[in-house]
């Protein structure tokens, strides 16, 4: 038998059929978006968006990290991650889609889906005719496969669906929860999805491909609330922590740890607004997230080995202005407040959590909350998906945890070790939906919307 | 240079003898050497002699052959595509090599397109009004209700862990009640009131409750699509029939309740199980070497008292000698341990203590039974065990002798031989005595093992032993006295022959009387001697008497009660005759007390009922 290679037919089995769908993953802090079919998103654009004092709305990576004068900084959803402004969100969705994947005058140009097979020499110009009806229409050529949160319902729903059809012009329209795209990225049609994300961690149990709704549990305690408790650590510490955005610094010179930083800074005539600068910040956050925070794992919190991780060796960090320190037992502790309620940092503008809103307890709550028969078999399929998840040592301690929790039923976690696949597992688990034969009898057609409605997202989408 | 001819000519062959052998080609037949170039040729100049620790392969080799094609690059094209499995006819488009037969590409070229047959849509029950209101109706679940179940049972396909999720039954205003008229229609009067308040309200149905409705409903559906009912349906459909029958919602929400106890089981139970789990597992793999052990130890008793059983020469098991076996067992053990693992059936210094060896050597077994093999023990631990699970049976004394069951005051705690016990019966405190008493009991043919030294036997040789001691001891003192007499008379002979010299004349006469003197003392003697014989006798006689009729009662002579030994031989019986015989003769006897009697006869007697018990014992132990 001849070995497969790309000149030979797929195989039977082969259960893809891309219709080069748009695949459209909205979250708090970037907006994925990309072919389905693909293995990562082609465009990845933050959420928030730039204000200008004339009512101008700037999009995307360029735009927003430019400090202009009288731009404000903000952010379509609310700080528990629900769309609120549904005009600017669509734009920025949009945007996402029309500034990489398809352009802004549309159809004149089908490169991109050529370019995908090895010999794209077929001729792109006679769909041009037939796409002429829906040219005025930016998304009118591909079906449209979006994502939305476990805990979405009826309004925010239908919206979707209305904005796509409407606006947009998709053909066809499917919705899809995080939870089971990010458990099909993992290649589970069961799983418990534990989804740390920007705002909000989310537990979702999933059967047969289908979220549990009962069991959904959300809270706050996510990558922002890691952030606040480092503003916090670096407020309350004895020399409080200088956290300057690299927009303002000129230039720096070396200084030792600890002394106070050596910088030009730069010269504004009008300087960014605050919020601008609340958001830069957050990227040197996110900085010392990704280098610097590490996750106790266990066994028990953090509180009951400090004297023994006071030992661990630090690690540095420099801030863009060149002020830096070693990092010792505080890098611990940003995060153990995802744990244990009682560990985390509080003051009067943020209060500390509930202990139900830690991790392992979303979970309990979530097991309870599901048939008792099916309790085992989620705690053998964990998945941990979400930028956040990214902190070093959260799975261990995740497991851990839930191991102590449930210490009868086999726990089984399963996360990607690719940080990609981490970050944007829903966004993969909608490439892999998008690209299935079987799955293109589920869209929502342009024409079942006409007749039934917005209320038909309901019936097909479960 | 000479040629072929000559050479033959040398040899003396005959010339054409020998074919002419063809010139072989060599350099044309081999294959064309590859000549290496470049760094390659080097390397090679490298190595030398020596073959290269490495071979080296062509690297030219390892690439795939080129790909070749033979003709045109197949041409693709995005062909728009309805699939089948819609209704509303969507067209998406998808990338197609495009055929040559085709070559414009139609839009509706697939008709068929691969993954339709996927669409597989779930059937569910199916009934109409009548059917409901005759069959399936119920005060729990209206009509609307259960269209409502049955339509998302259909929705969610069958998935019971997300219908129950997903089920959110809103019934209908008071108002416009469709059910209710119906319901109206067949009973009005208890169907309205109980089902207007509590319906009103989205009852929260649980998993159980749900499944059971839709089993009824799916059950029910299935008896009238089935043309002749239950009994016309195939294999397939009445198992489906009977399962659907068989859901006891109560049962599955006590299970459900197990479950989830099973699963919320603290950290310390999950411990212990697995800890048994693991005993378990251990002992298992554990157990052919532990029967190994046994059977070692088995075989090596067995070793040790075959002898012993056989009954001949060598001694029984002593304590001593069991010590002996012990310390070597442990001996064994030890060394295994260090040899890494030790079974269950490891022995240690303290069992010793708990061990039969230790036992005291004067210690009275519970329970007796036979000779202590570990044969019998299995046997006597298996009637303890039964005895300990069935309520304690009173037994007749009779059944007690039959079953050797003897109660005592007070035990003395450990374990000891009664041949050890024996044994110590024939020593004496000094030599002599210790040689007298065995002659006596060689005298009266008694073995110097006692093959079954059962309760009685010991009982009688105690008693025998006993009567054997004051024999001796009454010789010892006839003995005495007839020196003493003998010196006695000496010297009053010498006294009279030195006083009256008349009377050496008359020497034979007085020595006739001095004889008949003599005579007459031991006979005396032979009375105070029979007097203590048949005080001995009389002890022996009791103590006998008792065994024989025990004995009789055990070996069940047929005259004295109903056979219940039914092994009995005939020959057996013939010796407890004979035994009852001599028993009478010993009765007469001791009522004839007064009569003298020579010790001889009562020895013979006493040696003959040993002799007829040591037979019964034989027997017994033959069977």
Redesign the interface.
Known sequence: MAVPNQFSAPVAEYGGDEVSALVLDPGYSTVRAGFAGEDVPKSVVPSHYGLLSSGEKLYGENAVHNPLAKMEIKSPYTSDGIVEDWETATKIWEWSITSRLTGQSENKRNGYVGDKNGNGDGDVDMEAAEAVEEEEKPMGDAPLLMSEPGWAQGKLREKSLEVAMEEWGSPAFYLARTGVLSAFSMGKSTALVIDIGASTTTVTPIVDGMALRKGIQKSPLAGNFVSNQLRLIFQQSPTPVPLVPHYMVQSKTPVDAGVPSAATYKKFETPPTDSFRHFEEERVLTEFKESVVQTWEGPGPLAQSEEHVKNFPGRPFEMPDGWNQVFGVERYKAVEGLFDAKAAIADAESPAPRQDQCIVELVRASLNAVDVDIRANLLANVVVVGGSSLLVGLNRRILNQLEAAFPGPKVRLSASQNTVERKYASWIGGSILGSLGAFHQMWISKREYEEHGTSIVDKRCK | MASRKDVQDIMGLPAGSVPPVPVPKASKMQPPKHRKTGLNRELEALYGERLPPVSIVDSKKVYRSK?TRDGP??????N?FS?P??I???K????RP?RIADDD?TSDSEQD????K??IQVTGPQYNDEEYTKLLKDDDWSKEETDYLVETVK???Q????I???YEYIPSNAENLPSQTIDDTIDTENANPSQQTPMALAKART?EQLKSRYYTVCRVSMELQTPGGVQNMNEAEFQLHDTLRSYNPDRETRR?EL??S??????DE?KEEESLLVELQRIQIAQPRIEGEREAIRAALEVDTKPSAAGASASPPSSSQLQQLFNHLYQNERNKKRGGGGGRLSLAPGDILQSPVMGSANGTPITSGGRDSFGNNQKRNSIAANGTQEPIRRLTPRQEARFGITTHERIVSGISFRTDKLSKMRVAKSQTQTSKISAVLAELGVPDILTLPSDKVCASFEALIKSVLALVEARKALEKEKGELKVLTQMKIQKEGGGQGVNGTAGPGTDGAGDKKADSEPAANDELDADADADAEGDEDASEAVPEAEDDDMDADPDVEVDEDAEDDAEGEDEDEDVKEEMAADDNTEIESSRPRSSRSNQKRSASVLSALSGTSSRRQKR
């Open positions: 790909l690059a197949v041409k693709w094209s995005r728009r699939n499995a819609r509303d006819g969507l998406l488009r998808h990338w495009k590409a397109y691969s993954f339709a996927y669409n929705q969610y396909y998935k019971w862990p997300v129950h999720d997903r998993m459900k479950a989830a099973l699963l919320n089981r603290p950290i999950i």
